[in-house]
């Protein structure tokens, strides 16, 4: 067979015009995926990182195997009670998808109620029902995800979601669960996600517009024909996307509509679902709320009461939380004239808050973790001066014990419930479920994931750095390797970014990981600005026409790395994915003498050419994270000044793998089509190193779906990032 040579793309310019900015694009001709060319372009990189990556085939084979000997593949989940069932899932080897299952629970009145039942990996359990075997629904499919499933509260009706394309468009089908019988009650082309009411008459679910952003909330009555569902809730503005739920207690049924910086709910008594959805209160440009309800139970002195909690933004950008006993609160001027337990600080970001019937969990972030605080709430009368919040206890912190950790409310659907489920971890503790029992704080273990083989977390450890960025901010860099990487000695690094829509990266265990921490190959993590890790503000500071500092930020945890001796150019890896993606090719082209290579995941690397086209999925929505170019020249320039696809120079750059999926509609495949086919016309033939582009052709943005074929492309990729570095291509795993 004949070596294939880089593929070049035809050039067909297009003229893009904008307050009188003039921009040749010689490859927007690859936005047309039914034009065979595009196909045939995108296949013959595919054959041509297939060739130049032959050679890491072993390694790659290596990987897997480490992979899948490490997971436990006959394994179940911690069973979740809701209702008269506990719920779980299942994994079996050989199986590339879950099944989803469940098993009578006990009467609320017996003393082992709220206790697990014991599970045994492999075996069956008295009464288990499967509800989903997602194994046979993906059957006959390349590509299979579920996008939610839902059993009413009387246990009878399962409702689900599936796609089998990658595109994000699901078909909603429902189950009696009873007779196993599907019903005709079928939708198709509607976003994830659905809430039934409490009777089991109806469900919810959301319909997309062109540009795939959830316009609308439509009601349907079990039984009747889909074409006679009805439209309860639409949301005209582009900018906004629709979300639906009920709160915790299931006495209402929400709607939610959302931009980037404003929030808007409505409500409806969930005992009346065919009734209309109010809103609680009008949305004002800037102001974030979100609302829970929890009754109170009577006391001997105290009837039954209603609580509203309102977590928002209207009393400084990193929230406060409120009270109320109404959720009509159109007739204030402002939330902060409602007595508040958890008042806005500068240090502490909350993000979410959740009601029980005797606490309220709040989930928030301080020092740049997330963290959880539990706040006991009693029903007794209300003393002369007293207000809501004086019902409320001290928060208290759920501590576990280590310098770097994430934690997180699990599932826990029950708000009646003695027991909190919580969810933790590290980079170096695998993920640890347990329940929290309010009544006295004792933390029970109900499962730590396993790793196959034996795992020494002694062996590795976890650090938090802080370097300084140009304009003397801190930024925080997360590092985890293993003990036995000598400080002095400067070794291989694979340096993460994200820093966009306040998304936080928090520290998390891999067993994917352990195949390059063991062949002494450091992860950092840059915790960079416009992520979330440091508060609202932390973001505000890498948005619109800040953005610059996202990039700034991580070059500058390069640089320190590199100066501190942790590592030098010709052993960093760069590595991000999406709006991680748009920060590997800034960075590309702003300091591509800082890394050996870089590895770019469906990266959103032509931003501008996507904000100016408000057809496109996302476009109109994200105008509040990266501002509107097509109204404002200076947004136009902000953007056109660190787009990477208009920044591409003739000059050396990093080794780069760019990774995509045809049908993906977050990050449509043809900006890292056109990327790297730039790449390769204005600096393949001043670059020394490799530019690849590997697309999935039956795949959306989360990429491949199964275990089995995802443990493949991680395997690939890894083989691929530790290639660069060298030696390590051939180390073997050390014990």
Known sequence: MDSLTPPRAARHPHVREFHGRRFVDDYEWMRDKNNPDTIAYLEAENAYTKQQTAHLKDLQDTIFQEIKSRVKETDLSVPTRQNKWWHFARTEEGKAYTLICRVPAKPLDHPDAWEPPTLEPGQPVPGEEVLLDCNKLAEGHKFFALGGASVTTDGRYLGFLTDTTGDERYTLQVQDLHTGEMLPDSVTGVAPGMQWSPDGD??????????????????????????????????????????????????????????????????????????????????????????????????????????????????????????????????????????????????????????????????????????????????????????????????????????????????????????????????????????????????????????????????????????????????????????????????????????????????????????????????AVAHVRGGGEMGRLWYEEGKLDKKVNTFYDFIDCADYLIAEGYTTPDQLVANGGSAGGLLMGAVANMAPDRFVAIEADVPFVDPLTSMLMPELPLTVIEWDEWGNPLEDPHIYDVMASYAPYENIKPQKYPAILATTSLNDTRVLYVEPAKWVAKLRAVAGDVTEREILLKTEMEAGHGGVSGRYARWEQIAFELAWILSQTGSLAVRETTS
């Open 202 to 523: 109806y469900f919810f679910y959301q319909k997309v517009d062109a540009a795939w952003r959830p316009d609308s909330v439509w009601r349907h009555k079990v039984g009747t024909d889909p074409a006679e569902d009805v439209r309860v809730f639409y949301e005209p503005d582009e900018r906004y996307w629709v979300g639906m739920g009920a709160t915790r207690d299931d006495k209402y049924l929400s709607i939610v509509t959302s931009s980037k910086i404003t929030t808007e709910s409505w409500i409806l008594e969930a005992s009346n679902p065919a009734g209309e959805f109010e809103c609680v209160r009008a949305r004002e440009v800037g102001v974030e709320y979100g609302l829970d309800h929890v009754t109170l139970p009577a006391t001997e002195t105290t009837p039954e009461r209603e609580l509203f909690l309102i977590i928002h933004n209207a009393c400084g950008p990193n929230s406060g939380v409120a009270l109320a006993d109404t959720w009509q609160l159109s007739d204030i001027a402002s939330f902060n004239e409602l007595p508040h337990v958890l008042e806005h600080r500068e240090d502490v970001r909350i993000d979410d808050v959740d009601a029980f019937q005797h606490h309220i969990g709040v989930s928030f972030r301080a020092a740049a973790l997330p963290r959880v605080g539990i706040i006991p709430v009693e029903n007794r009368p209300l003393g002369e001066g007293e207000s809501l919040t004086d019902l409320c206890g001290e928060m208290q912190e759920i501590e576990v014990g280590e310098e770097l950790f994430s934690i997180a409310l699990h599932a826990n659907p029950e708000i009646a419930t003695p027991l909190l489920r919580i969810s933790y971890g590290s980079y170096i503790t695998p993920p640890t479920v347990a329940d929290y029992r309010l009544s006295d704080g004792e933390i029970i273990i109900r499962k730590q994931s396993e790793v196959q083989g034996g795992y020494d977390r002694d062996r590795y450890e976890q650090l938090r750095l802080w370097a300084p960025a140009r304009d003397g901010a801190k930024i925080p860099i997360s590092l985890v390797r293993r003990r036995d990487v000598a400080d002095n000695q400067p070794s291989p690094v694979l340096l993460y970014g994200y820093g966009s829509y306040e998304s936080s990266q928090d520290p998390g265990f891999s067993i994917s990981r352990l195949s390059y921490l063991d062949r002494g190959m450091t992860l």
